[in-house]
């Protein structure tokens, strides 16, 4: 099981037929994480690791049925974004099926909660909120980082938002989403310190673009703006992956970065 990356070390430089890019999206069952998961199980030699709630769903039956390129699998694991033990336990699953590195982890999986301004703000909310889309994600990373210290050139994406800016902040607020924004602002301060933190790895956050999902189709409607306003799934991905696979520490890394390539202030 250990031996792929054994030659993995001893020979960086001359990789073999039997190498896989490894990468692990979470929230994958629909929206952008399924986006991704079709996107890179599309290309061949990836092992394409993807976490949903439920193992026994429909969902995971439709992922399953989708047939990898050559040489591509698909594991699914069982990630439900509130617990604080399922990212090791899914981490440990992965490496009983032989997966003994992570190359690009996705932290795809997000909620919005309530959307409004500060007189808005249910606690409840807020505090549920701030687990799925902060707490998860560095529970994520702590599980997953002796995989990613096994990867030549590992990546950490943060599937971030626009309205997580505290600098353009005069820019967004006609939007007011107190909990999504201030959630988002804190997995981007974790994305930059990982940056920050582990030499090895490059780590950005990513702003998708207003994405015609179930959940930005809701913010549409919720701020009274126009259809036209959103961008497909396949646009989203599209750049996403892009952006993805052109990262580099030193151009990219701890940089928060729109679907398109441009560059946003924290």
Known sequence: MRSENTNHHHSSKQHTMSSTTNVLITGAGRGLGRGFLTTFLARPNHIVIGSIRDLDSTTAQDLRAITPASGSRLILVKIEATSTTDPADAIRQIEAEGVSKLDVVIANSGITGTQGGLETVDPADFMHVLLVNAVAPTALFNAAQPLFDKAENPKWVSISTLMATINGLEKTAAWPSVPYSASKAALNFI???????????????????????????????????????????????????????????????????????SFLEW
């Not at 933190?197 to 490059?202: A, G, K, L, Y």
């Not at 702003?207 to 959940?215: K, L, N, S």
């Not at 703006?225 to 990219?252: F, Q």
């Open 191 to 261: 994305t930059k310190s990982i940056h920050i933190w582990r030499s090895n790895i490059t780590a950005i956050s990513v702003h998708p673009g207003f994405v015609a999902t179930d959940m930005g189709k809701s913010g549409i409607k919720f701020y009274n703006l126009p259809e036209e306003a959103a961008i497909s799934v396949e646009d989203s991905v599209s750049g996403v992956t892009k952006l993805i696979d052109n990262a580099t520490r030193a151009e990219h890394s701890g940089k928060f970065i729109s679907y398109d390539g």
